[in-house]
């Protein structure tokens, strides 16, 4: 049992108020996903030629003492790339001007206890192990800007708690997934993506998912196509809560076993695994306040 949580604001003065409105959601989400917890926001669009790279330090010896400037440092010496260094404890959102590629291959090679956690133009991502108000208070999330963000807190039930193993997943750049469920075929979705070069960082069922839709997106699949496709080919209990840089979606298996709730209003879309984490949103009175359907795919554009 998880908590899944969604927040798009169609309205942009409420961009400034993102981080402050989805706390109370994460945090209602509790007594679902107690082991760990994480987000992904989605900011203003870099240019073509940037990338953003979350980074999570807490793996290391240093852990939040880690030194952020050295690595930008070191990345602009040893690969002559510009770099800007945001930290926040053991996580940091690296700014850089060129391909990530080469600069995720180095950390990799380099500082082996660093954890990659996403890679594009708009996405940040933050996740660790801790209560939901404990991660909220450790990466500041109330104050977090943007146009959506796609929220979960974890109650692990087959793989081991780790911040690793926490939600979000993100696979490619800026593709996001948090899943309330379980899945009863990953491995062999990891059959038929390995053989592609597609590798797998965790034993946990939820990353074969997102793997499984990064890849018909990058195969060239609408985000509805892939997801229909993901209808055919991911087999199990599933809701599933999507972010890509302009859209939030949402699906739940045949059976829809996993709870969930939407709220519609005209400054908002809202989404959690029980409506309580709902209650204090502005306007939620006149919200269109509805359970989506089992199969059916549910996309909101910025």
């Known amino acids: 049992m998880c908590g899944i949580v969604g927040l798009l604001v169609k309205t942009p003065t ?14 209602g989400m509790t007594e679902r996903g107690p082991d760990s917890a994480g987000l992904a926001v989605f900011t203003e669009m870099l240019g073509e030629g940037s990338r ?49 590629e080469p600069v995720k291959h180095w950390i990799r090679e380099t500082y082996p206890r660093l954890y990659l956690l996403s890679t594009g133009r708009s996405i940040d991502l933050y996740k660790d192990i801790g209560t939901p108000g404990e991660v909220a208070a450790r990466y500041d999330f109330k ?16 793989s081991a708690v780790t911040p690793e193993r926490a939600h979000p997943f993100t696979a490619g750049e800026d593709f996001c997934l948090v899943h309330n469920g379980s899945l009863s075929n990953p491995y062999g979705i990891r059959r038929m993506l390995e053989p592609m070069g597609i590798g797998f960082e965790t034993d946990n069922d939820t990353e074969a998912a997102c793997r499984f839709l ?16 993901g209808f055919e080919e ?50 939620i009175k006149n919200a269109h306040v509805f359970e989506p359907a089992p199969e059916e795919m549910y996309v909101w554009n910025i």
């Open 14 to 27: 409420l961009r400034d108020q993102l981080g402050e409105l989805m706390v109370p959601m994460l945090i």
């Open 52 to 100: 953003k790279i979350s980074v999570y330090s807490g793996l290391t010896e240093e852990g939040d003492d880690f030194n952020w400037q050295a690595l930008g440092h070191a990345i602009n010496t040893h690969l002559g790339v510009a770099a800007n260094v945001e930290a926040k404890g053991n996580h940091a959102v690296i700014t850089l001007a060129g391909s990530a």
């Open 143 to 158: 104050h977090l800007r943007g146009t959506h963000l796609v929220g979960h807190t974890r109650m692990a039930t087959e």
């Open 214 to 229: 990064e890849w018909r997106l990058r195969e060239g699949d609408d985000l509805e196509t892939a997801l229909q496709k």
């Open 234 to 283: 991911l087999d199990g209990f599933f809701t599933f809560l999507m972010g890509t840089p302009d859209k939030l979606a949402l699906i739940r298996d045949p059976f829809a076993c996993k709870p969930a709730v939407v709220a519609e209003t005209n400054d908002y879309v809202a989404i959690a695994s029980e409506f309580r984490s709902l209650a204090h949103l502005p306007g």
